[in-house]
Protein backbone atom coordinates (compact mmCIF):
# COMPACT_ATOMS: atom_id res chain seq x y z
CA UNK A 1 0.00 0.00 0.00
CA UNK A 2 1.46 3.50 -0.79
CA UNK A 3 2.42 5.64 1.79
CA UNK A 4 1.91 8.51 0.15
CA UNK A 5 -2.14 8.55 0.73
CA UNK A 6 -2.43 6.04 3.46
CA UNK A 7 -0.79 8.64 6.01
CA UNK A 8 -3.47 10.98 5.44
CA UNK A 9 -6.03 8.46 6.95
CA UNK A 10 -4.41 7.81 10.43
CA UNK A 11 -7.38 10.11 11.60
CA UNK A 12 -10.32 8.54 9.75
CA UNK A 13 -12.00 5.20 10.87
CA UNK A 14 -12.62 2.29 8.30
CA UNK A 15 -11.62 4.02 5.16
CA UNK A 16 -9.12 2.38 2.81
CA UNK A 17 -6.73 3.25 0.35
CA UNK A 18 -6.10 -0.01 -2.25
CA UNK A 19 -4.61 -0.56 -5.39
CA UNK A 20 -7.21 -1.55 -7.93
CA UNK A 21 -5.44 -5.30 -7.48
CA UNK A 22 -5.53 -5.34 -3.56
CA UNK A 23 -8.10 -6.61 -1.12
CA UNK A 24 -10.58 -4.33 -0.04
CA UNK A 25 -12.45 -4.09 3.74
CA UNK A 26 -15.67 -5.02 4.49
CA UNK A 27 -18.58 -3.37 6.60
CA UNK A 28 -22.04 -2.60 6.34
CA UNK A 29 -23.88 -0.12 5.16
CA UNK A 30 -23.07 2.61 2.41
CA UNK A 31 -19.83 1.77 0.12
CA UNK A 32 -17.95 3.73 -1.82
CA UNK A 33 -15.62 3.41 -4.77
CA UNK A 34 -13.62 6.48 -6.09
CA UNK A 35 -11.64 6.31 -9.27
CA UNK A 36 -8.97 9.22 -9.90
CA UNK A 37 -5.36 9.69 -11.52
CA UNK A 38 -4.01 9.39 -8.28
CA UNK A 39 -0.75 8.18 -10.22
CA UNK A 40 0.29 6.32 -6.87
CA UNK A 41 3.81 4.44 -9.50
CA UNK A 42 5.25 8.46 -9.65
CA UNK A 43 6.70 10.68 -6.26
CA UNK A 44 6.79 13.67 -8.52
CA UNK A 45 3.03 14.19 -9.27
CA UNK A 46 1.95 16.18 -12.15
CA UNK A 47 -1.28 18.90 -11.58
CA UNK A 48 -3.91 16.59 -12.66
CA UNK A 49 -2.64 13.77 -10.14
CA UNK A 50 -2.36 16.89 -7.34
CA UNK A 51 -5.79 17.56 -7.86
CA UNK A 52 -7.02 14.09 -7.74
CA UNK A 53 -5.68 13.52 -4.67
CA UNK A 54 -7.32 17.14 -3.27
CA UNK A 55 -10.65 15.99 -4.95
CA UNK A 56 -10.23 13.02 -2.55
CA UNK A 57 -9.31 14.41 0.60
CA UNK A 58 -12.80 16.31 0.59
CA UNK A 59 -14.66 12.74 0.48
CA UNK A 60 -12.87 11.50 3.34
CA UNK A 61 -13.73 14.94 5.18
CA UNK A 62 -17.32 14.07 4.20
CA UNK A 63 -16.62 10.67 5.35
CA UNK A 64 -15.42 11.48 8.49
CA UNK A 65 -18.25 14.11 8.98
CA UNK A 66 -20.90 11.63 8.59
CA UNK A 67 -19.47 8.96 11.09
CA UNK A 68 -19.71 11.09 13.68
CA UNK A 69 -23.18 11.54 12.72
CA UNK A 70 -23.42 7.83 13.18
CA UNK A 71 -23.23 6.39 9.30
CA UNK A 72 -21.02 3.58 8.38
CA UNK A 73 -19.48 4.02 5.39
CA UNK A 74 -16.45 2.09 3.45
CA UNK A 75 -14.18 3.97 1.06
CA UNK A 76 -12.08 2.21 -1.73
CA UNK A 77 -9.61 4.29 -3.59
CA UNK A 78 -8.56 2.99 -6.98
CA UNK A 79 -5.67 4.56 -8.64
CA UNK A 80 -6.90 4.81 -12.59
CA UNK A 81 -3.60 5.67 -13.40
CA UNK A 82 -2.16 8.04 -16.17
CA UNK A 83 -2.13 8.71 -19.70
CA UNK A 84 0.72 6.80 -20.29
CA UNK A 85 0.19 4.18 -17.75
CA UNK A 86 -3.68 3.50 -17.12
CA UNK A 87 -4.99 0.87 -14.66
CA UNK A 88 -8.75 1.14 -16.12
CA UNK A 89 -8.69 -2.65 -16.86
CA UNK A 90 -7.50 -3.56 -13.43
CA UNK A 91 -10.32 -1.58 -11.63
CA UNK A 92 -13.05 -2.52 -13.50
CA UNK A 93 -12.10 -6.28 -12.15
CA UNK A 94 -11.94 -5.07 -8.76
CA UNK A 95 -14.84 -7.25 -6.81
CA UNK A 96 -15.22 -3.84 -4.64
CA UNK A 97 -16.82 -2.49 -7.72
CA UNK A 98 -19.93 -4.53 -7.92
CA UNK A 99 -20.55 -4.44 -3.78
CA UNK A 100 -20.43 -0.32 -4.38
CA UNK A 101 -23.71 2.15 -3.93
CA UNK A 102 -22.09 4.88 -5.74
CA UNK A 103 -18.75 4.99 -8.03
CA UNK A 104 -17.35 8.65 -8.10
CA UNK A 105 -15.30 8.71 -10.84
CA UNK A 106 -13.31 8.44 -13.38
CA UNK A 107 -11.69 11.59 -13.47
CA UNK A 108 -9.90 11.00 -17.01
CA UNK A 109 -12.21 11.01 -19.76
CA UNK A 110 -10.49 8.17 -21.31
CA UNK A 111 -12.26 5.98 -18.41
CA UNK A 112 -15.72 7.19 -18.63
CA UNK A 113 -16.96 4.56 -21.31
CA UNK A 114 -15.52 1.56 -19.54
CA UNK A 115 -16.32 2.57 -15.71
CA UNK A 116 -20.12 3.16 -17.15
CA UNK A 117 -20.34 -0.31 -19.31
CA UNK A 118 -19.34 -1.21 -16.03
CA UNK A 119 -21.95 0.79 -13.83
CA UNK A 120 -25.20 -0.46 -16.57
CA UNK A 121 -24.31 -3.66 -16.08
CA UNK A 122 -24.38 -3.82 -12.46
CA UNK A 123 -26.97 -1.05 -11.97
CA UNK A 124 -24.01 1.30 -9.94
CA UNK A 125 -24.43 5.05 -9.72
CA UNK A 126 -21.59 6.22 -11.50
CA UNK A 127 -21.00 9.88 -10.34
CA UNK A 128 -18.47 11.45 -13.45
CA UNK A 129 -17.46 14.77 -11.68
CA UNK A 130 -14.70 16.79 -13.81
CA UNK A 131 -15.49 16.26 -17.62
CA UNK A 132 -17.26 19.08 -19.25
CA UNK A 133 -17.78 17.20 -22.52
CA UNK A 134 -21.30 17.77 -24.09
CA UNK A 135 -23.89 14.72 -23.57
CA UNK A 136 -21.43 12.36 -21.61
CA UNK A 137 -24.88 10.54 -19.96
CA UNK A 138 -26.77 10.35 -23.54
CA UNK A 139 -26.89 6.61 -23.79
CA UNK A 140 -25.45 5.68 -20.08
CA UNK A 141 -28.61 5.41 -17.95
CA UNK A 142 -26.27 5.41 -14.63
CA UNK A 143 -24.28 7.97 -15.18
CA UNK A 144 -24.20 11.54 -13.50
CA UNK A 145 -22.29 14.19 -14.81
CA UNK A 146 -21.56 16.88 -12.43
CA UNK A 147 -19.28 19.42 -14.70
CA UNK A 148 -21.33 20.91 -17.97
CA UNK A 149 -20.07 23.57 -20.37
CA UNK A 150 -21.02 27.22 -19.46
CA UNK A 151 -22.77 27.34 -23.04
CA UNK A 152 -25.46 25.14 -21.70
CA UNK A 153 -26.10 27.30 -18.95
CA UNK A 154 -27.18 30.07 -21.45
CA UNK A 155 -31.00 29.28 -21.91
CA UNK A 156 -31.64 29.11 -17.95
CA UNK A 157 -29.31 32.35 -17.88
CA UNK A 158 -31.14 34.33 -20.93
CA UNK A 159 -34.70 33.18 -19.28
CA UNK A 160 -33.77 34.51 -15.97
CA UNK A 161 -32.52 37.78 -17.04
CA UNK A 162 -35.72 38.26 -19.07
CA UNK A 163 -37.37 37.60 -15.83
CA UNK A 164 -35.94 40.05 -13.70
CA UNK A 165 -34.49 42.68 -16.24
CA UNK A 166 -36.37 43.18 -19.31
CA UNK A 167 -37.88 46.56 -18.24
CA UNK A 168 -34.41 47.84 -17.68
CA UNK A 169 -32.17 49.79 -20.12
CA UNK A 170 -29.64 47.31 -21.55
CA UNK A 171 -26.64 48.48 -23.22
CA UNK A 172 -23.95 45.96 -25.12
CA UNK A 173 -20.33 46.95 -25.03
CA UNK A 174 -18.70 46.07 -27.54
CA UNK A 175 -14.84 45.74 -26.37
CA UNK A 176 -12.59 44.03 -29.16
CA UNK A 177 -9.54 42.25 -27.53
CA UNK A 178 -9.94 38.96 -29.38
CA UNK A 179 -11.54 37.15 -26.05
CA UNK A 180 -14.88 37.91 -26.87
CA UNK A 181 -17.12 34.09 -27.05
CA UNK A 182 -21.00 33.40 -28.09
CA UNK A 183 -22.66 34.78 -25.30
CA UNK A 184 -23.72 38.06 -25.84
CA UNK A 185 -23.98 36.91 -29.46
CA UNK A 186 -26.28 34.82 -28.44
CA UNK A 187 -27.94 36.77 -25.70
CA UNK A 188 -28.88 39.34 -28.04
CA UNK A 189 -30.69 36.50 -30.47
CA UNK A 190 -32.51 35.77 -27.14
CA UNK A 191 -33.57 39.48 -26.45
CA UNK A 192 -34.79 39.40 -29.68
CA UNK A 193 -36.81 36.55 -29.96
CA UNK A 194 -38.91 37.90 -26.86
CA UNK A 195 -39.34 41.16 -28.42
CA UNK A 196 -37.23 43.40 -25.45
CA UNK A 197 -34.92 46.41 -26.74
CA UNK A 198 -31.61 46.69 -26.36
CA UNK A 199 -28.24 48.83 -28.00
CA UNK A 200 -24.90 48.35 -28.69
CA UNK A 201 -21.80 50.56 -27.45
CA UNK A 202 -18.95 50.61 -29.36
CA UNK A 203 -16.24 51.44 -27.18
CA UNK A 204 -13.98 53.34 -29.17
CA UNK A 205 -16.92 55.94 -29.06
CA UNK A 206 -18.13 54.82 -25.54
CA UNK A 207 -18.15 58.60 -24.05
CA UNK A 208 -20.70 60.21 -26.60
CA UNK A 209 -22.71 56.74 -27.34
CA UNK A 210 -23.06 56.16 -23.87
CA UNK A 211 -24.47 59.81 -22.47
CA UNK A 212 -26.95 59.84 -25.48
CA UNK A 213 -28.03 55.98 -24.49
CA UNK A 214 -28.50 56.25 -20.06
CA UNK A 215 -31.79 56.17 -18.59
CA UNK A 216 -31.70 58.33 -15.56
CA UNK A 217 -35.32 56.82 -14.64
CA UNK A 218 -34.14 53.03 -14.98
CA UNK A 219 -31.27 50.79 -14.23
CA UNK A 220 -28.89 50.82 -16.81
CA UNK A 221 -27.40 47.33 -17.02
CA UNK A 222 -24.23 47.14 -19.45
CA UNK A 223 -22.75 43.86 -20.70
CA UNK A 224 -19.17 44.27 -22.00
CA UNK A 225 -18.30 41.83 -24.98
CA UNK A 226 -15.00 40.29 -23.55
CA UNK A 227 -15.05 38.51 -20.51
CA UNK A 228 -11.49 39.16 -19.61
CA UNK A 229 -10.18 41.27 -16.15
CA UNK A 230 -8.40 44.05 -19.40
CA UNK A 231 -11.96 44.39 -20.15
CA UNK A 232 -13.58 45.10 -17.04
CA UNK A 233 -10.99 47.07 -15.70
CA UNK A 234 -10.99 49.55 -18.82
CA UNK A 235 -14.91 50.11 -18.57
CA UNK A 236 -14.97 50.71 -15.20
CA UNK A 237 -12.49 53.18 -15.64
CA UNK A 238 -14.17 54.57 -18.41
CA UNK A 239 -17.36 55.08 -16.02
CA UNK A 240 -15.15 56.18 -13.25
CA UNK A 241 -13.78 59.21 -15.29
CA UNK A 242 -16.87 60.21 -16.66
CA UNK A 243 -18.73 59.88 -13.06
CA UNK A 244 -21.22 57.70 -14.23
CA UNK A 245 -22.57 57.14 -11.10
CA UNK A 246 -23.27 60.37 -9.83
CA UNK A 247 -26.47 60.48 -11.99
CA UNK A 248 -27.35 56.93 -13.11
CA UNK A 249 -27.95 53.50 -11.80
CA UNK A 250 -25.34 50.61 -13.63
CA UNK A 251 -25.36 47.35 -13.10
CA UNK A 252 -22.08 45.56 -14.56
CA UNK A 253 -23.53 41.88 -15.81
CA UNK A 254 -21.06 39.17 -17.46
CA UNK A 255 -19.64 35.52 -17.19
CA UNK A 256 -17.97 33.23 -15.01
CA UNK A 257 -14.62 34.62 -15.95
CA UNK A 258 -15.30 37.24 -12.87
CA UNK A 259 -15.07 34.91 -10.36
CA UNK A 260 -11.21 34.83 -11.23
CA UNK A 261 -10.81 38.78 -11.08
CA UNK A 262 -7.81 40.14 -9.34
CA UNK A 263 -7.94 41.63 -6.11
CA UNK A 264 -7.65 44.96 -7.49
CA UNK A 265 -10.57 44.52 -9.47
CA UNK A 266 -12.85 43.63 -6.54
CA UNK A 267 -13.55 47.28 -5.36
CA UNK A 268 -15.78 48.04 -8.72
CA UNK A 269 -17.29 44.44 -8.90
CA UNK A 270 -19.05 46.01 -5.49
CA UNK A 271 -19.34 49.88 -6.63
CA UNK A 272 -20.71 48.75 -10.27
CA UNK A 273 -22.92 45.79 -8.61
CA UNK A 274 -21.11 43.44 -10.64
CA UNK A 275 -23.67 40.24 -11.48
CA UNK A 276 -22.51 37.29 -13.17
CA UNK A 277 -23.97 33.14 -13.49
CA UNK A 278 -21.51 30.54 -13.12
CA UNK A 279 -21.25 26.21 -12.42
CA UNK A 280 -19.35 27.14 -9.41
CA UNK A 281 -18.10 29.93 -7.20
CA UNK A 282 -15.69 29.97 -4.44
CA UNK A 283 -17.18 32.25 -1.96
CA UNK A 284 -14.48 33.05 0.13
CA UNK A 285 -16.71 35.27 2.65
CA UNK A 286 -19.19 31.94 3.98
CA UNK A 287 -18.66 30.96 7.01
CA UNK A 288 -18.92 27.04 6.07
CA UNK A 289 -16.32 27.80 3.18
CA UNK A 290 -13.64 28.85 6.04
CA UNK A 291 -14.41 26.03 8.16
CA UNK A 292 -13.86 23.60 5.36
CA UNK A 293 -10.80 25.44 4.72
CA UNK A 294 -9.22 25.48 8.32
CA UNK A 295 -10.14 21.83 8.62
CA UNK A 296 -8.59 20.41 5.36
CA UNK A 297 -5.46 22.22 5.84
CA UNK A 298 -5.36 20.82 9.62
CA UNK A 299 -6.27 17.37 8.54
CA UNK A 300 -3.65 17.19 5.51
CA UNK A 301 -0.94 20.17 6.74
CA UNK A 302 -1.94 22.16 3.41
CA UNK A 303 -3.34 24.33 1.09
CA UNK A 304 -5.86 22.76 -1.92
CA UNK A 305 -4.13 23.38 -5.03
CA UNK A 306 -4.36 26.99 -6.14
CA UNK A 307 -7.22 26.21 -9.06
CA UNK A 308 -10.96 27.32 -9.90
CA UNK A 309 -12.54 25.09 -8.70
CA UNK A 310 -10.83 24.08 -5.94
CA UNK A 311 -10.80 20.33 -6.17
CA UNK A 312 -11.13 19.87 -1.95
CA UNK A 313 -13.90 21.90 -2.15
CA UNK A 314 -15.58 19.87 -4.86
CA UNK A 315 -14.88 16.69 -3.61
CA UNK A 316 -16.78 17.53 -0.47
CA UNK A 317 -19.55 18.84 -2.25
CA UNK A 318 -20.19 16.09 -4.66
CA UNK A 319 -19.83 13.31 -2.22
CA UNK A 320 -22.20 14.62 0.57
CA UNK A 321 -24.75 14.84 -2.06
CA UNK A 322 -25.05 11.80 -3.29
CA UNK A 323 -23.93 9.66 0.55
CA UNK A 324 -26.58 12.05 1.73
CA UNK A 325 -29.11 11.26 -0.86
CA UNK A 326 -28.22 7.78 -1.11
CA UNK A 327 -28.53 7.50 2.97
CA UNK A 328 -32.16 8.89 2.67
CA UNK A 329 -33.23 7.28 -0.77
CA UNK A 330 -31.29 3.95 -0.81
CA UNK A 331 -32.54 1.88 -4.14
CA UNK A 332 -35.17 4.77 -4.29
CA UNK A 333 -32.07 7.31 -5.36
CA UNK A 334 -32.71 7.39 -9.09
CA UNK A 335 -36.52 8.28 -8.99
CA UNK A 336 -35.48 10.58 -6.19
CA UNK A 337 -32.28 12.44 -7.21
CA UNK A 338 -34.35 15.03 -9.10
CA UNK A 339 -35.64 16.30 -5.54
CA UNK A 340 -32.96 15.80 -3.60
CA UNK A 341 -30.77 19.63 -2.26
CA UNK A 342 -27.99 20.11 -0.58
CA UNK A 343 -26.15 23.48 0.55
CA UNK A 344 -23.00 23.09 -1.39
CA UNK A 345 -19.88 25.51 -0.50
CA UNK A 346 -18.80 25.85 -4.10
CA UNK A 347 -20.43 23.28 -6.77
CA UNK A 348 -24.52 23.82 -6.50
CA UNK A 349 -25.76 20.44 -7.83
CA UNK A 350 -29.22 19.61 -9.43
CA UNK A 351 -29.61 16.29 -11.59
CA UNK A 352 -32.04 16.08 -14.18
CA UNK A 353 -32.44 13.09 -16.73
CA UNK A 354 -33.22 13.88 -20.38
CA UNK A 355 -34.68 11.03 -21.35
CA UNK A 356 -35.73 7.19 -20.56
CA UNK A 357 -32.53 6.06 -22.09
CA UNK A 358 -29.72 8.81 -20.82
CA UNK A 359 -28.04 9.45 -17.34
CA UNK A 360 -28.36 12.61 -15.25
CA UNK A 361 -26.87 16.39 -16.32
CA UNK A 362 -26.08 18.93 -13.61
CA UNK A 363 -28.44 21.81 -14.35
CA UNK A 364 -27.97 23.79 -11.24
CA UNK A 365 -26.94 27.65 -12.01
CA UNK A 366 -25.62 30.19 -9.32
CA UNK A 367 -26.13 33.86 -10.15
CA UNK A 368 -23.32 35.89 -7.80
CA UNK A 369 -24.61 39.64 -6.80
CA UNK A 370 -22.01 42.07 -5.86
CA UNK A 371 -23.71 44.82 -3.43
CA UNK A 372 -22.45 47.84 -2.94
CA UNK A 373 -22.30 47.35 1.05
CA UNK A 374 -20.03 44.60 0.51
CA UNK A 375 -22.44 41.70 0.60
CA UNK A 376 -22.07 38.95 -1.91
CA UNK A 377 -25.01 37.50 -3.12
CA UNK A 378 -25.77 33.74 -3.74
CA UNK A 379 -28.37 32.78 -6.15
CA UNK A 380 -29.02 28.82 -6.96
CA UNK A 381 -31.25 28.40 -10.10
Not at 206 to 219: A, I, P, V, W
Request: hydrophobic share 40%; proline share 4%; aromatic share 12%.
Amino acid sequence: MKKLIFSYLLLLANVCVLNAQEYVCNTEQIHVAVVMPFDLDNNAKSIEAKKALDFYKGILLTVDSMKHAGVSIDVLALDEGSAENSKIENVVQHPFLKEADVIIGPGRNANIVALASFAQIHRVPLVVPFTNTPNIPEGKPYVFQCNTKHSAHYTKVFNRFVKFHSNENILFVNINDNQSGTFTSEFTNHLVENAIPYHHIDFSEFDDQLLELLDSTRNNVLIPSSPSAKAFDMLCLKLDDMKILDKYQIQLIGTPEWQTLPAKSQKNMYRYKATFFTAYYNNNLSSRTKAFINKFNDAFHHEQYGSYPRYGEMGHDISAFFLTAIQRYGNQLFKNIQRHDYNSLQLPLHFVRNNDSSGFTNQATYVIYYKPEGDVILSTF
